[in-house]
Each structure stands twice: as structure tokens, then as C-alpha cells.
């Protein structure tokens, strides 16, 4: 007999690399699957996916602390959710129901997300609830919803890619944070086309790259409006498109007047000449597409960023356009459903806006409940963390998908914030670094264990199929939810936990919205291979929509807007006390917070441990040579690491990944200055010193 496999998708970044899982004596083993998006390829985390479903470390069992003093002890499903329950009532009673805080991750699937949501807004009446998705596309989405009145990172599916004559890459290494990717990038390059990469770091994605524009951190906006005024200046944009399609364009065209090439070149360090030559491609180009990540997003100005690159696109005509147009590449495995269907602090299911009184209505009444019960939008990711255990914060903390001590800026003090808590529970598969802080961890089932959907990068809804069954004293975060909900005495509108189920009324809820799964279904997504939302029409021969903006956008004239946007520095810039810009990100090897790469044996012994990158130049007026400890230090913490000497990376820049927990932590330094629209924190761009450890 031929052994089992299960068709589903790599539990990690939002490619989500189709996959097949086939058994063998017991066990999973990856197999190559040809599907649309990756076409066979995998990269090394893909590849070594399994190994954590049987991993010595895997939670099997519910654990307690008796007192905050006490360690974790196992503990029954009926103890732990008990103990849960009476919690939550008794801090409610004491402080209202915003005493609960939710928060959830971009890795969950689409229905744990729309459960998430409604579970905090029925079951526990809460409006704080949010999620690690606000550190990774929060500025993209906000700025796609302003310019195009509707947000899909990638408004068109990745075979565009190679279609275009012109790719401008900001911000973004796909060729170590998303390696199946770059087939795209390399038929692009084989077709004949041009690629231009933005970062401050010669990674090996701008090593691939007609133009690198190795420019300052932080300069982004400057380096848009720079190309932006040399396109209008050389008569390379499209007059036509631009009347025809948007509104706005005149104060635009006022505002990067100011942006000659000489003073770009000031602010950004990229000589003019390169300017003038990154123009020349994107203006002369028949397609033209940019696209951005989180280099330039996680920003305190991350939405202008998108905003600018965004405006040059639109000032070419090429938003629509096959081959053409402005996306983001969204990095968590789920962080485009991730961020539709609820677990946002302002946001109904499909998109739909907490403050919007029809769609309050319409979903008060699926769910069974008044449109008044419905808490008012509540405080974005960070805030909430910063508010924990204060006089009008909440008292408790309930964690699905997300590792809060590693990954948050500022990580020291949240850590704090999180062990002031009454109650902190954490759903995750492993003791991660924020589940050691837990008073109660429930063990939940990994992605073999259980079917679900997920939204690539390109908003193509997917299809992930349960392979095996979770290890026994293991529940889905589904179950967990739906048996919490009945011990708060909500069951009647917590009636399954059945993926297929909850898909359904997902559908229901976001009929007729921005977001609309209403006519995509589980058997649809299997013989399409995927259906991009919006899929109004549940006609089995609907396609879905791969590509939007070709006759219209959102908004209710249908028209684009562009929006004026001038430079600003950053939140914190370098002085004579922190003399160096630290930017921070990820290696091929480790994937987020690390909780589960960091558990690969092959993963780990190719990147186990944290690193600063610095350049030669800088390394010499310290004296630090390559693999010598070096202490990173800004105004919020230090973190010691071996030395990376390069000269890949800017004599002021130095570089840390984010992966690693401990002493490595990188976000011990990061800023949490906010984006005022996105609410993203400034990850990317923070003022540091260095010193050798001898």
C-alpha cells in the first residue's frame, strides 16, 4: 500500500507553501507538493516542519500555579478552565469587563480568528482585544485602506511578479525570510526585467539586484518623494490614469517639489546619480510594481512610507495594471485573515468597522446578541500591553498564538506589565518565554493536528488539512474557546467548534463586506486551489478575484486617492550618546519568536544563536573582531551577542535578528514609539551604542 498524504500548507510565513504530509510507521514526513504558489519548493524551516509534532518539549497537559510564588504543577481540563472561569468573573465583577484583555496572533487560522473575536466580544464582553499582527502590517493595511479604500496586501497573485519590466523591493529579503519566493524575482530577471532594492543592509536579495539603494535608516519617505519629483520632472507620468482614476494628485505634486534630487541625497545618502538612474527604470518601464515589508513598515512612520510608494505607483498608472501596482509582502503565516475577521481592536469580521451601526447590527443579530452589547473598539497591541495590571487597564491577559516576551518592543517592560497581571493565561504547544510567566497554560494542538483556512500574501484563502490527531490531554484553541464560552454561560451562541462550522458563519458574518468569504467554501478551495477574496457568489464555478483595482477602487466614487506626504525623522535618531542606528529582523533558519524553530535541531545548529552585524569600518574603531561578544545598548536595555563583521551593512547601522530569547533578545532594545494611524512600533529604527565584552 501506498503510505497516506495529507495535501495542506508549511506552518509558517505567509507564502504558505503548499505541502503534502505523508505517514510513515507513525510518523509525518514533508513531501513536495506542486501547488500554485510555490510549485514544489520549500525552504529549510518547510522542510523540518514535523519534527516539532513529536518534540520532547510538547505541552501534553494543562499547568498551574497554585500562588504566583509557586511553580507551574500539571493540572486537570476541568482545574485549569475552572480556575479560568472564576477569575474572569470575579475580576469583571471587581472591575468591569474590560478588566479581561485578549490577545491573539497572525499565525491562528481564519476561523480561531473570527472565534477569537467573538468569543472576547460575546463571551466576555471586552473591548480589549488585539493582536501581534499590529508589530508586523498594520501601516501597510492602514494605508491601502486610504489610498485604495479596501486593504489586501497583494492585490494581485504572485505570477504578476514576473509580468513586470520595473520591480522596486523596499524594505524587503525574501531570498532569506521567504526563499520559495525568489522563483518569482529570478523569472522576472530571466524575462528581462529590472530589480531595484531599498535597504540600508546589502542583503543577499539586493546582492540579486540591478540597483541597490543602500539609503540611511529611516529615510524611506524621503527616498519616494525624491523619485517621485524626478518622474514628474522628466514627464514620465501618466496624466491620463492619474485624472481618470484618482483624486488629490495636485497637492501631491506641490509637496515633492521640495524633493530635488541633491537634497534626497542628503537625507537618504544614495548619490544622486542612482536616484536619477532608479527613476530612469521605474519611469521608462512599460509595468512598474513596488513592493514593501516590514523594513519600511515598522516604522513610527510606517504609513507614510506605504502612503509615498503607494502615490509613485498610482502616479505611473500602474495600480491595476497587470504587472504592475503596489503590494506588501505579509510575513506571518496568517497575517492578511489574520487581521480581517476580528481580532483587531476596531474591527467586525470581513473588515467591517466596530464604530459602523449597520454592521453592528447585522452581526449583533447573527450572533444572537443587541447591537449596543457590542464593546466599542478598544486599545491597539502595544497600548494594551503598556496598560496591563494599571488602575484602568485590564487586570488578566488571555495569549492564543503569540510569544509576548520576545517579540514585543520594549520586551523588558512588558514582561513587567505581564507579571503584574491577576491572571495571565497562555495557549501555545511549548513553554515559550511568555508562557513561563503564565499562572495557567493550556496546551493546544499544532497545525497537523487540526483543518483550517488560511490568507496567503496574495489573499488566496487556503486549505490547511488535519493529518493526525493532537496527542492525547491536547485541545484545539477552538475547543478551548467554545468550552470557556459555556462556563461563562454562552453556549447556546458557541454552539461547535467544528472548523467546516465556524467557516460557514464566518461566510455569514462577512457577506456583502469589504472582506467577503461568503462564496468560498472548503470543497471550492480544494478544487481551485485557492479562492482570493473578495468570493461574493457561492456559484462553484466563481473564481474569486484574483486581481483587483483593473476597472475600480473601494471607495464609493470609485476612485483612488493620493495623499501628501513630507519627511520626517524618526521617533529617536543618533547622538553623541547613542551614535549608531539599530535596525532589527529575521535569518532563513528561525522563523518570529522562535518558539518553535528555535526547538529544530538542524535549525538551530545553523542559526542557534543571536548576532550583531556591523560594518569593518566600525569594527576597527572599537576593536571588536568577527565572533567576539559585544554588548548592544540603547535607552530601554542591553543585549550581548557574537560580533557579525561585514561589510554587507552601513558604517553607522548595525543589524541584530529578533528570533532569540535571553540576553539575545533584540526587542530588550527596540522603541515602541507608534505609528499615529497603524499604531505599528518603530522595530526598525532606534539609536544604540556598542561595546566589546573582553
Known amino acids: 500500500m501506498m503510505p497516506r498524504a495529507t495535501q495542506t500548507h508549511c506552518p509558517y510565513c505567509a507564502l504558505q507553501c503548499g505541502m503534502q504530509l505523508v505517514s510513515r510507521e507513525s510518523l509525518l514526513e514533508v513531501a513536495p507538493r506542486n501547488f500554485p504558489t510555490n510549485k514544489g519548493g520549500l525552504c529549510q524551516k518547510g522542510w523540518s516542519a514535523t519534527e516539532l509534532l513529536t518534540h520532547p518539549e510538547r505541552l501534553t497537559m494543562p499547568l498551574m500555579r497554585d500562588t504566583k510564588d509557586t511553580p507551574l504543577r500539571p493540572v486537570s481540563w476541568d482545574e485549569a478552565l475552572t480556575r479560568i472561569t472564576q477569575q474572569i468573573q470575579r475580576l469583571q465583577e471587581l472591575h468591569g469587563k474590560d478588566a479581561i484583555g485578549v490577545f491573539g496572533g497572525g499565525g491562528l487560522t481564519n476561523e480561531k480568528v473570527y472565534l477569537l473575536g467573538k468569543f472576547a466580544r460575546v463571551a466576555l464582553g471586552t473591548r480589549q482585544i488585539d493582536y501581534n499582527g499590529r508589530f508586523c502590517m498594520s501601516s501597510a493595511a492602514a494605508a491601502g485602506n486610504r489610498a485604495f479604500g479596501i486593504d489586501r496586501g497583494m492585490p494581485f497573485p504572485l505570477e504578476d511578479i514576473p509580468k513586470a519590466d520595473t520591480l522596486l523591493l523596499i524594505g524587503a529579503n525574501p531570498a532569506e525570510t521567504m526563499p520559495p519566493l525568489m522563483q518569482y524575482f529570478d523569472a522576472q530577471r530571466e524575462r528581462g526585467g529590472t530589480l531595484i532594492v531599498a535597504d540600508p543592509r546589502r542583503t543577499p536579495t539586493a546582492q540579486s539586484a540591478t540597483l541597490h539603494l543602500q539609503l540611511t535608516p529611516g529615510t524611506d519617505t524621503a527616498l519616494l518623494l525624491g523619485l517621485l519629483h524626478l518622474i514628474l520632472a522628466e514627464g514620465w507620468a501618466d496624466h491620463d490614469y492619474?485624472?481618470?482614476?484618482?483624486?488629490?494628485?495636485?497637492?501631491?505634486?506641490?509637496?515633492?517639489?521640495?524633493?530635488?534630487?541633491?537634497?534626497?541625497?542628503?537625507?537618504?545618502?544614495?548619490?544622486?546619480?542612482?536616484?536619477?538612474?532608479?527613476?530612469?527604470?521605474?519611469?521608462?518601464?512599460?509595468?512598474?510594481?513596488?513592493?514593501?515589508?516590514?523594513?519600511?513598515?515598522?516604522?513610527?512612520?510606517?504609513?507614510?512610507?506605504?502612503?509615498?510608494?503607494?502615490?509613485?505607483?498610482?502616479?505611473?498608472?500602474?495600480?491595476?495594471?497587470?504587472?504592475?501596482?503596489?503590494?506588501?509582502?505579509?510575513?506571518?503565516?496568517?497575517?492578511?485573515?489574520?487581521?480581517?475577521?476580528?481580532?483587531?481592536?476596531?474591527?467586525?469580521?470581513?473588515?467591517?468597522?466596530?464604530?459602523?451601526?449597520?454592521?453592528?447590527?447585522?452581526?449583533?443579530?447573527?450572533?444572537?446578541?443587541?447591537?449596543?452589547?457590542?464593546?466599542?473598539?478598544?486599545?491597539?497591541?502595544?497600548?494594551?500591553?503598556?496598560?496591563?495590571?494599571?488602575?484602568?487597564?485590564?487586570?488578566?491577559?488571555?495569549?492564543?498564538?503569540?510569544?509576548?516576551?520576545?517579540?514585543?518592543?520594549?520586551?523588558?517592560?512588558?514582561?513587567?506589565?505581564?507579571?503584574?497581571?491577576?491572571?495571565?493565561?497562555?495557549?501555545?504547544?511549548?513553554?515559550?518565554?511568555?508562557?513561563?510567566?503564565?499562572?495557567?497554560?493550556?496546551?493546544?494542538?499544532?497545525?497537523?493536528?487540526?483543518?483550517?483556512?488560511?490568507?496567503?500574501?496574495?489573499?488566496?484563502?487556503?486549505?490547511?488539512?488535519?493529518?493526525?490527531?493532537?496527542?492525547?490531554?491536547?485541545?484545539?484553541?477552538?475547543?478551548?474557546?467554545?468550552?470557556?464560552?459555556?462556563?461563562?454561560?454562552?453556549?447556546?451562541?458557541?454552539?461547535?467548534?467544528?472548523?467546516?462550522?465556524?467557516?460557514?458563519?464566518?461566510?455569514?458574518?462577512?457577506?456583502?463586506?469589504?472582506?467577503?468569504?461568503?462564496?468560498?467554501?472548503?470543497?471550492?478551495?480544494?478544487?481551485?486551489?485557492?479562492?482570493?477574496?473578495?468570493?461574493?457568489?457561492?456559484?462553484?464555478?466563481?473564481?474569486?478575484?484574483?486581481?483587483?483595482?483593473?476597472?475600480?477602487?473601494?471607495?464609493?466614487?470609485?476612485?483612488?486617492?493620493?495623499?501628501?506626504?513630507?519627511?520626517?525623522?524618526?521617533?529617536?535618531?543618533?547622538?553623541?550618546?547613542?551614535?549608531?542606528?539599530?535596525?532589527?529582523?529575521?535569518?532563513?533558519?528561525?522563523?518570529?519568536?522562535?518558539?518553535?524553530?528555535?526547538?529544530?535541531?538542524?535549525?538551530?545548529?545553523?542559526?542557534?544563536?543571536?548576532?550583531?552585524?556591523?560594518?569593518?569600518?566600525?569594527?576597527?574603531?572599537?576593536?571588536?573582531?568577527?565572533?567576539?561578544?559585544?554588548?548592544?545598548?540603547?535607552?530601554?536595555?542591553?543585549?550581548?551577542?557574537?560580533?557579525?563583521?561585514?561589510?554587507?551593512?552601513?558604517p553607522d547601522t548595525i543589524f541584530l535578528p529578533f528570533h532569540y530569547a535571553g540576553h539575545q533578545r533584540a526587542n530588550l532594545l527596540t522603541n515602541p514609539a507608534l505609528d499615529p494611524i497603524s499604531k505599528m512600533p518603530e522595530f526598525k529604527i532606534c539609536a544604540a551604542r556598542i561595546e566589546p565584552v573582553f
Open 242 to 650: 492619474i485624472a481618470a482614476r484618482t483624486t488629490g494628485f495636485a497637492e501631491v505634486q506641490r509637496t515633492v517639489a521640495a524633493y530635488w534630487p541633491e537634497r534626497v541625497e542628503r537625507i537618504t545618502g544614495i548619490p544622486t546619480s542612482r536616484l536619477q538612474e532608479a527613476a530612469r527604470l521605474l519611469g521608462k518601464a512599460s509595468t512598474a510594481m513596488t513592493l514593501m515589508a516590514r523594513g519600511a513598515e515598522q516604522q513610527s512612520k510606517g504609513v507614510d512610507n506605504a502612503l509615498a510608494s503607494i502615490n509613485l505607483m498610482m502616479a505611473l498608472g500602474q495600480v491595476g495594471k497587470i504587472g504592475g501596482g503596489w503590494g506588501t509582502i505579509t510575513g506571518q503565516g496568517n497575517g492578511q485573515g489574520g487581521r480581517e475577521h476580528g481580532q483587531k481592536a476596531d474591527q467586525l469580521p470581513g473588515y467591517q468597522l466596530l464604530t459602523n451601526p449597520q454592521a453592528r447590527e447585522r452581526i449583533a443579530k447573527l450572533w444572537g446578541v443587541t447591537a449596543e452589547s457590542l464593546p466599542q473598539p478598544g486599545l491597539s497591541a502595544y497600548e494594551l500591553l503598556d496598560a496591563l495590571g494599571t488602575e484602568t487597564g485590564p487586570k488578566a491577559l488571555l495569549v492564543f498564538g503569540s510569544n509576548l516576551v520576545v517579540s514585543a518592543p520594549r520586551s523588558a517592560h512588558i514582561e513587567a506589565k505581564l507579571n503584574s497581571l491577576d491572571l495571565l493565561v497562555v495557549a501555545d504547544f511549548f513553554l515559550s518565554e511568555t508562557a513561563q510567566l503564565a499562572d495557567i497554560v493550556l496546551p493546544v494542538a499544532q497545525w497537523a493536528e487540526e483543518t483550517g483556512t488560511m490568507t496567503n500574501l496574495e489573499g488566496r484563502v487556503l486549505l490547511r488539512q488535519r493529518a493526525q490527531l493532537p496527542p492525547e490531554g491536547v485541545k484545539t484553541d477552538a475547543e478551548v474557546l467554545i468550552a470557556l464560552a459555556e462556563r461563562l454561560g454562552h453556549a447556546e451562541r458557541f454552539p461547535t467548534s467544528e472548523p467546516e462550522a465556524l467557516f460557514t458563519e464566518l461566510g455569514q458574518a462577512t457577506s456583502g463586506a469589504p472582506a467577503d468569504y461568503s462564496g468560498i467554501t472548503y470543497e471550492k478551495i480544494i478544487r481551485q486551489e485557492g479562492v482570493f477574496w473578495p468570493c461574493p457568489s457561492d456559484d462553484p464555478k466563481h473564481p474569486g478575484t484574483p486581481r483587483l483595482f483593473t476597472e475600480t477602487f473601494a471607495h464609493p466614487d470609485g476612485r483612488a486617492r493620493f495623499h501628501p506626504i513630507a519627511h520626517r525623522t524618526s521617533a529617536e535618531e543618533p547622538d553623541d550618546a547613542f551614535p549608531l542606528y539599530l535596525t532589527t529582523g529575521r535569518v532563513m533558519q528561525q522563523y518570529q519568536s522562535g518558539t518553535q524553530t528555535r526547538r529544530v535541531e538542524q535549525l538551530t545548529a545553523a542559526a542557534g544563536e543571536g548576532f550583531v552585524e556591523l560594518n569593518p569600518t566600525l569594527a576597527r574603531q572599537f576593536g571588536i573582531v568577527n565572533g567576539q561578544s559585544v554588548k548592544v545598548i540603547t535607552r530601554r536595555g542591553e543585549a550581548t551577542v557574537p560580533a557579525r563583521v561585514t561589510a554587507t551593512i552601513r
